[in-house]
């Protein structure tokens, strides 16, 4: 049947409406903005109302669109997990931390250092167990994705994935970040090496060395706006003690000093953001390029500008929505000190309640921006900008008979990433 | 009806992506190759609808090891097919319903969380509280005081009034001795007085307790200041200091894990803890206040005096006395003191003298914040 069935398929592929593009394929994003974007806002509000508990449910829609509307030469990837399943996962994750947090609970009523060490060690413990459960949600990411009927999957091990991120990271620190390329080569090349299409491996050939110069200049900037922050204040602190004392003034020259301490702060934050939105541009362009699926090499398109411009945007409709709360603040706050026949009780009570709403609307309003104009934004210009060469290969892989795995990695993510105790 | 039309098949076994004819068949899907050769058969029971584009059917088998799948694209095929094979499962598809379903089972499982907040937890706490060991309250009593001192201790004299003999210091000693001597509590109380200018007494675990120098300030005579020591003492006796340690981390754990990672979450978790710890300490308090009434009668005094301190200092808490205790209605603990104490009076003619202190004591009680050399110790001789 075998040779049968390749001979029907190259016959007839172009009557089943592919677009068979010599030997490179291209990426596409089929999906609607706007369904997204519904989407959110219905399961951010869905989320509030269920005190969170709708996540399970909101992740498996948000997926399922995403994967479905990413095309590879005509054909979609598709998502095959259930919110259960995460659901499900996450119960299992408590029920499995449950003694740590015991023992972490009665490390910290001991002494001094006990308690210090205890915290110390559980902080070392839940970031490394954190990276586990991230290799494990990869695990199950992948077995619930499907393209041409064939499953993706994962081997490895999650705690050798793990040990070697908590040992990259020490590096990075140490090196003020200068490891940092290596590391994400080093944590990607592990990743992507135990990641599978039925029988084709992947690999990942972005090099770190490449990263590490693409981006030392940020580095660069981002060490020398520091100096600059701490001689800036430096400076102002001598010059006010030089200044006050002739003049003899108290208020001047400290209003001015808080002015300029506010202004190389804020000096300082606009660069580190400006900065982290490049890097985060630098760093999916370099990753895109690097991927490779058995003999299928990934190319990109993808611009540096484009992936800043999402940073921007979420900046700017952050920052919208930051005026319209504070207005809606102002004039529920003027309403309320009008009404007089109320007790101050009532009003401070009053008070609360609007201010814990307002808070609530613009957290949920911005987790709402950053989903659409950062996560969605991204990776649709991500897909849009893929190019595949040797995609004719894609005929002929063949199954290799893994099942699905398990979705208590993901419970453990999300539980790890609940923090809260 | 349409009953067949053209598909891609995706066999499972490889990635090739086959052009296909489906047809209808009365209990199955059947599909086939151009050629007509039957490729597989899927009964409509053993189907589910997968994720897929607008415009497309995507069907495959859930339950079988492989992922292979059927696109139909055909729009007559499409609807044939579901009136052919009835009512088919969309694998993972969140729906109305089951959006419903969700909302309303997360809201039984808030108020089943809420319910054992306010139930279980202390209930747990407090079978649990007594089988802390001793030494084990006195040591996170010792890690407590470390805490305590970095938030109320600013480091410039030393925190504690008094040194050992300073008569203020004996008299105080004298004082919290009596009530000790009258009270069974499970660990020796070590009780100091405090520079701290706000009117308020706080007990760690492990029987530390501290007096601020603005409760002794306020405090009238020896009967009121022994009240609020009393109702310390109480706390040392119930052992809230462990009781409340356990309470928070049962509220973080049922409230931290439950709800979590959604924006907003945090500030549901702290109105959560913040409106169910009051209520527990509402409770603790009123308990503390009937255990230092009843302490004050023991020894022969009149429990009311605590009552009127309350409310005298209720008058003008500071900022800190709000954040340290929540000790709220000071009017409404006063009547129920009352009324305790109207049930069971003091006991005339007790063991002990007319008064807790003297007048002399007292003096020097009042002043033990002042490091002055106290003539009151000579004099007295």
Known sequence: ?421 | MTTSGPALYFDGRTSARLAATAELGAQSLQIRSPSGDLLAEWPYAELGIFSAPEGVLRLGRPRSPDAARLEIRDSGLAIGFGQRAGAVRRVGEVDRRSRAKVVGWSFAALVSAVLVAIFGVPAIVARLTPLVPARLEQRLGASVDQQVRLLLDPGTRPFECGTAAHAGRVAFDKLVHELEAAAALPFPVRASVIRRPEANAIALPGGRVYVFQGLVARANNPDELAGAIAHEMGHVAQRDGVRVLMQAAGLSFLFGMLIGDFSGGGVAVIAMRTVLQSSYSRETEAAADGYGAALLGRLGRDPHALGTILIRIAGTPGPMAKILLDHPEAEERAAAIDALARAAPPRAGGTDAATLLDDSEWAALKRICTTAPQQGVLGKQ
């Open chain 1, 1 to 421: 049947m075998g040779a049968n069935v390749s001979d029907i398929a190259s016959s007839e592929l172009t009557a089943a409406a592919a677009p068979a593009a010599g030997n490179v394929a291209k990426a596409r994003f089929t999906g609607d903005p706007r369904a997204f974007r519904n989407l959110m806002i219905r399961g951010a509000l869905l989320q509030v109302v269920t005190l969170g508990i709708y996540r399970f449910w909101l992740t498996t829609d948000a997926r399922r669109f995403l994967w479905v509307n990413t095309e590879i030469a005509g054909d979609s990837l598709e998502y095959t997990g259930t919110a259960i399943e995460l659901f499900l996962g996450f119960l299992i994750a408590v029920a499995l931390l449950v003694p740590f947090y015991v023992l972490l609970f009665f490390g910290t009523l001991e002494l001094g250092l006990v308690s210090q060490l205890s915290s110390a060690a559980a902080f070392v413990f839940l970031a490394v167990f954190g990276q586990y459960a991230y290799f494990r949600a990869r695990r199950y990411r992948l077995t619930r994705t499907v393209f041409r009927g064939l499953r993706f999957h994962q081997s490895g091990s999650a705690l050798s994935y793990a040990l070697r991120a908590l040992a990259w990271w020490i590096a990075t620190g140490i090196t003020l970040g200068l490891a940092y390329p290596w590391a994400v080569a080093s944590l990607e090349r592990y990743k992507l090496a135990h990641t599978h299409y039925g029988e084709w491996q992947s690999k990942f050939a972005g090099s770190g060395t490449r990263l590490f110069l693409r981006g030392i200049g940020l580095w660069l900037i981002m060490i020398a706006s520091f100096v600059a922050y701490g001689l800036a204040l430096q400076f102002i602190n001598k010059g006010t003690f030089d200044r006050a004392a002739p003049t003899g003034g108290e208020n001047a020259p400290s209003q001015m000093v808080m002015f300029l301490i506010v202004f190389f702060g804020t000096g300082l934050f606009v660069v580190a953001a400006v900065v982290y939105a490049i890097l985060q541009g630098i760093i999916t362009r370099w990753w895109l390029a690097g991927l490779r699926f058995g003999p299928v090499v990934v190319a990109t398109t993808l611009k540096k500008r484009q992936v800043f411009g999402a940073y921007l945007r979420c900046f700017l409709y952050g920052l919208l929505l930051l005026i319209v709360v504070s207005f809606v603040v102002g004039a529920l706050a003027a309403l309320l000190s009008l009404g007089v026949a109320v007790t101050k009780e009532a009003k401070e009570i009053m008070g609360a309640i609007l201010v814990i709403c307002l808070y609530v609307s613009f957290a949920v309003g911005f987790w709402v921006i950053y989903q659409l104009t950062i996560k969605f934004g991204i990776w649709r210009m991500a897909v849009d900008s893929v190019e595949l060469a040797g995609f004719d290969a894609i005929e002929r892989v063949r199954a290799d008979g893994t099942r699905p795995s398990s979705a208590v990695g993901e419970g453990l993510a999300d539980a790890l990433g609940a923090g809260g105790i």
